[in-house]
């Protein structure tokens, strides 16, 4: 075995648990102890300061300058018992991952050191624009743009072992205003659903001030022990295997998933939950996941933003968590080629400041007429703008997952369940005939009946992109590695543009003498015919589907740099510009921004898998293919029977074969991604890269994998996956 390689499994068997610091008794001891909270807000600000901020940020208001420099001093004095340091403006640029620059609370006044952190400094600071994507917003060489501190997102102290920083969570423009990043039109996605879905919460409940949407984030993910991920370029560079063969066992026995957790492991999750719960993330949950070495934390649900921002610090802290137990983890969508990939599933909802959650069915007949409102409207929307929620999820990494036997299809569709299937079709064509099955609270109006909708009224639909799950809709297609934000600020949009036009059609109708909930029902009558074909109950993963989806004429776009044209559609561009989210240039800025991570991203692995083939596969194969030669030359020098070197001459032809195929389709990808690089439209070089590109790398790979199986073990210097996900 290659020395490297063999060095790694030594080191691996003999790694121990790392025991995590110790847990307090009660988890609420520590539970946001590094977070601004409420009551850190009333200890350390005037209490005239606190309630003008308090109500900026309820009623989602601009806080008023002039309370800034007090909220600083608090803010500072608080960070600084604490023992930060330095500050920073925490947010999240178009790369898809956080950005940070420090500055010390450090000045220097009259020759003596002060520690100052001003009201200017808490609002606004002014980091480089220029080496951040823009799409062309920004030319390199203007460089200006700013951060703004977001009040509804609390203020935390990120700590490791060598000090404490105050972060403050901030949107990220241009200097001539364009957003440069996902917070600021996640929270004007928020402001737009929530004056549409007030509107409409006004014919129930006219106490109804605010609807917030909520949001709890599944994320799943690989661990991976350092020493493999040390000999593996692929994994430390892209997050997954560009060469590598299944083994012959991976989840096919579906004894890993809810599985009892490794020691090794349990000790990472515990210190990555305290870490978690210092931050104020309410992880509840975790599990082992359905293949090798794949696992899951969920939290509580949360107001969207801050479940968004909490998301992005949760996977900051898988990352630094796994370090110091010698593991590294994985967010990619798909580390191993036949092993299920990760996903996280967003949990979304609408809750009021009356305390309701507007997709949770109830038990009064009022109630369920406005639980129907908000969950037809969902769908009608999903229905309506199918293929810009796909854009939204459209990734390189979720490419791989999409489609396969362990992901929601890329087709979009909603699954409701048997129950309120029923419930839908009711609504359609209405019975006039008395069901004993039929529960007993509706609206007698002569139209579809509202039934008493149970809670927990569906089964859980793994298959289906988007499902109503009991009091929520679970979008299951977003990818493991994204910020969460994109798709979720598509979705409050597209929720939003339908509520407004439920509302105004409503209205119509009531003017012309309609009863208010006769024709709320016609409208929602209307809209459960027009996106019934949304609507599947069945297997999402079947090829029967595929053939039906397209029937219904629902998209299949499989490929990321077609599914982005979805953010430049004229409807999407009218969209997002109707609801203040992005203008037109924002959004094709972030179109031409997508296209772009897409084709880097492709590169970067085809280069990568060049490389791998050159110094690692090609080497290692004709390292075989020399000990076979040895091994016939010496049998024919002591002229032993040609039958007694035939396998040694059958595998010589085989590996021989698999190689030329290898070298072959490299030199295939070289001049592909050649021709690739050269262009210079975005569009045109990523679908050169999808069309092209793509399908050789997995020529290249095939070759290499047969390779792998071929080539004596002790030669062979890459980590396997029977070595990567299950030794742990």
């Known amino acids: 075995m290659a020395n490297s390689r063999s060095n790694a499994l030594k080191q691996v068997q003999n790694r121990r648990p790392i025991a995590p610091p110790d847990r307090p008794h009660k988890t609420s001891e520590i539970f946001a102890a590094n977070v601004f909270t409420d009551e850190a ?14 109500r900026a940020i309820d009623q989602g208001h601009t806080v ?51 520690e100052v952190f001003s009201g200017e400094n808490l609002a606004q600071q002014e980091p480089d624009a220029s080496s ?53 039109p996640l929270l004007k996605s928020i402001e737009a659903l929530n004056d549409a879905a007030v509107a409409v919460c006004k014919f129930f409940d006219r106490n109804v001030n605010r609807v917030t949407p909520t949001l709890g984030v599944e994320q799943e993910y690989f661990l991976v022990d350092r020493a ?33 957790i490794s020691e090794r492991v349990f000790a990472f999750m515990t210190e990555l939950e305290l870490e978690s719960y210092k931050l104020g993330i309410p992880v509840t949950t975790r599990h082992n996941e359905v293949a090798p070495s794949q696992f ?49 599933h967003n949990n979304w909802s609408m809750a009021t400041d009356t305390g309701k959650n507007l997709l949770s069915p109830g038990s009064a007949p009022k109630e369920n007429l406005q639980f129907l409102t908000f969950f037809i409207n969902t769908i009608k929307a999903v229905y309506e703008y199918a293929d810009l929620l796909r854009a939204a999820i459209a990734t390189a990494g979720n490419d791989h997952r999409l489609g396969a036997n362990e992901a929601p299809p890329a087709i979009i569709s909603v699954f409701i369940g048997s129950q309120l299937s029923k419930v839908l079709d009711e609504i359609e064509k209405p019975s006039r ?23 927990d009224n569906t089964d859980r639909n793994r298959t289906s992109p988007f499902a109503f799950t009991g009091n929520k809709f679970e979008f299951r297609a977003v990818g493991s590695s994204d910020n969460t934000a994109g798709p979720m600020l598509v979705l409050n949009a597209i929720v939003s543009n339908q509520l407004r036009e439920f509302k105004k059609t409503v209205d119509r109708k009531v003017v012309r003498g309609k009863k208010k909930e006769v024709a709320i029902l016609e409208v929602l009558r209307a809209y459960v015919k027009d996106s019934k074909a949304i609507r599947f109950e069945g297997n999402g993963y079947s090829k029967e589907w ?47 921004i997508r296209l772009e991570q897409y084709s880097t991203k492709i590169n970067i692995e085809a280069r990568l898998m060049e490389e791998m083939l050159s ?38 032809e085989e590996v021989s074969e698999a190689l030329g195929q290898a070298h072959r389709s490299g030199k295939e990808l070289t001049k592909a991604l050649e021709v690739g690089e050269a262009l210079a439209d975005a569009r045109d070089q990523a679908i050169h890269y999808g069309d092209v590109v793509v399908p050789i790398m997995a020529q290249v790979r095939e070759a290499a994998d047969k390779l792998e199986f071929l080539v004596a073990d002790d030669l062979w210097p890459l980590p396997k996956y029977r070595e990567m996900l299950f030794m742990r």
């Not at 994994?235 to 599985?259: C, E, K, N």
């Not at 008395?434 to 149970?454: A, C």
């Not at 690692?616 to 002229?639: C, H, K, M, N, W």
Request: hydrophobic content about 35%; overall charge negative.
């Open 228 to 260: 493999f991920m040390d000999l593996r370029p692929d994994l430390g560079l892209t997050g997954r295997t560009v060469i590598g063969a299944p083994p012959a066992r991976g989840q096919q026995l579906d004894d890993h998933y809810f599985g009892s």
């Open 615 to 652: 110094v690692y596969v090609i080497p290692a194969s004709v390292s075989y293919l020399t000990q076979l030669g040895e091994s016939v030359e010496a049998l024919q020098d002591i002229d032993a029977p040609k039958a007694s070197y035939q396998t040694q001459m059958e595998l010589i």
């Open 64 to 114: 008023d300058r002039d309370i800034a420099e007090s909220v600083a001093s608090g803010i500072k004095n608080w960070a600084i018992e604490k023992g930060a340091t330095h500050y920073t403006h925490w947010f999240q640029p178009l790369t898809g991952l956080t950005a940070e620059k420090h500055d010390a609370f450090l000045t220097i006044k009259d020759g003596q050191p002060l």
């Open 132 to 184: 951040l994507p823009s799409g062309g917003i920004r030319n390199t060489f203007e460089a200006r743009g700013y951060t703004a501190w977001d009040p509804s997102s609390p203020a935390f102290i990120f700590e490791n072992n060598y000090g404490k920083t105050l972060c403050i969570p901030t949107i990220f423009v241009s200097y001539t205003g364009e957003a440069l990043d996902f917070k600021a």
């Open 41 to 54: 807000m009333q200890q350390y600000l005037p209490k005239d300061v606190y309630k003008k901020l308090q």
């Open 296 to 344: 899951e934390c969920a939290p509580l649900f949360e107001e969207q933003n801050v479940a968004v921002d909490h998301n992005l610090l949760f996977m900051d802290l898988l990352d630094r968590v796994a370090r110091k137990h010698q593991f590294r983890v994985l967010l990619h969508e798909k580390p191993y080629a036949g092993i299920n990939g990760s996903g996280k």
């Open 433 to 455: 005939k008395k069901n004993k099955d039929t529960p007993k609270s509706y609206i007698r109006l002569g139209i579809p009946k509202v039934p008493e909708i149970l809670l």
């Open 546 to 592: 595929e053939e039906e989806a397209a029937e219904r004429g629902l998209s299949n776009v499989k490929q990321t740099p077609r599914a982005l044209d979805a953010y430049v559609a004229e409807e999407a561009v009218k969209l997002f510009s109707k609801l203040d989210i992005f203008g037109p240039t924002e959004s094709h800025a972030r179109h031409e």
